[in-house]
């Protein structure tokens, strides 16, 4: 990606960005009002997602800002790990949310309540489906034109949302105008649970960005396809992969011919850098020349020849 075309992909994400945190500062208010007037515990529990949602896009717009700094001498890799560790945060945050709505939604068992005004919290339901169906058709456009990974992470959080706002209709028709008891709280205790879940999987992202995790096998393997097809290479060994933030890492050992110059055998590098580039235009690629059958025995990680069959249809 050239210089000229990050400028053009970074105010569209932050465009995005700011779309999220503006429909989710405006939904806070309405729904903090139609909690209020109504009382239930399954608007609630809308409630605290939404300003969850706030916090997140907050992220998600400090993120889009991050990524778009390059590095500096102290962050030679950039910032992209500090999506992680605001996720984490985050994750604190939205499992103190679940355990009150839970706690909330346990006591309203105990002592039954009548719901007041249930056509308000249905009419700010359906306000915040509507929106949110808006904001995600904005999001998947720009998702389109610039890739950006922060804000297609946003757009399959305010996905989850139009279930949300499902079931809180769902739940105060049930209990205000088909007379359900206790359908509310139940609801309630449904929404607590969404959201332990949506932690556990944000915490499992965040904690494999901060431990390097390898990049699934199916990207790796086209990674590989990619390089392995360009003349004069003998051999991939080592091949090493990580994600930070927006931004992807990959680093492997390469064979070539232990007679080329070294010039020669540079220009094999400038090739595959460059093929590698035009496919994986958002990996940052380290590659080390090896001579033709070299293994560093002193590593006990190195891999074996991970391209042995495309090396095979070549020769």
């Given at each position: 990606m050239?210089?000229?075309?990050?400028?053009?992909?970074?105010?569209?994400?932050?465009?995005?960005?700011?779309?999220?945190?503006?429909?989710?500062?405006?939904?806070?208010v309405v729904k903090g009002y139609a909690a209020w007037h109504t009382g239930s515990v399954a608007m609630l529990g809308s409630l605290a997602d939404t300003g969850l949602d706030l916090l997140a896009s907050l992220v998600t717009l400090y993120g889009v800002k991050l990524a778009a700094e390059p590095a500096d001498h102290d962050h030679r890799f950039g910032h992209g790990k500090a999506e992680a560790l605001a996720a984490l945060f985050q994750v604190v945050l939205i499992t103190a949310s679940a355990i009150g709505i839970a706690w909330r939604a346990i006591e309203r068992?105990?002592?039954?309540?009548?719901?007041?005004?249930?056509g308000l919290g249905i009419a700010v339901s359906v306000l915040a489906i509507v929106a949110t169906f808006a904001l995600l058709a904005y999001q998947r456009s720009i998702i389109r034109k610039t890739g950006s990974v922060a804000i297609l992470a946003d757009?399959?959080?305010?996905?989850?949302?139009?279930?949300?706002?499902?079931?809180?209709?769902a739940a105060l028709v049930l209990d205000q105008y088909l007379g359900v008891?206790?359908?509310?709280?139940?609801?309630?205790?449904?929404?607590?649970?969404?959201?332990?879940?949506?932690?556990?999987?944000?915490?499992?992202?965040?904690?494999?960005?901060?431990?390097?995790?390898?990049?699934?096998?199916?990207q790796r393997a086209a990674f590989i396809e990619v390089a392995a097809r360009q003349p004069g290479i003998r051999g991939i060994h080592d091949?090493?992969?990580?994600?930070s933030g927006t931004h992807d890492?990959?680093?492997?050992?390469?064979?070539?011919?232990?007679?080329?110059?070294?010039?020669?055998?540079?220009?094999?590098?400038?090739?595959v850098e460059d093929?590698?580039?035009?496919?994986?235009?958002?990996?940052?690629?380290?590659?080390?020349l090896d001579p033709e059958g070299h293994v560093d025995t002193d590593n006990p990680l190195v891999e074996a020849d991970v391209t042995p069959h495309w090396f095979g249809k070549r020769l």
């Open positions: 050239t210089r000229d075309e990050r400028r053009r992909v970074v105010p569209l994400a932050m465009r995005a960005a700011l779309a999220s945190v503006a429909m989710a500062l405006s939904l806070l068992f105990g002592d039954p309540q009548v719901n007041e005004d249930a757009n399959v959080h305010y996905q989850s949302d139009v279930l949300l706002n499902c079931a809180v209709i008891s206790g359908a509310d709280p139940v609801f309630g205790i449904a929404i607590a649970l969404w959201l332990a879940w949506g932690a556990f999987q944000a915490s499992s992202q965040a904690i494999d960005m901060l431990m390097d995790k390898e990049w699934p096998e199916a091949f090493r992969t990580r994600r890492f990959a680093q492997f050992h390469m064979e070539v011919d232990p007679r080329l110059t070294v010039a020669a055998a540079h220009q094999i590098v400038e090739r093929a590698l580039r035009d496919v994986f235009p958002r990996v940052e690629t380290l590659i080390h």
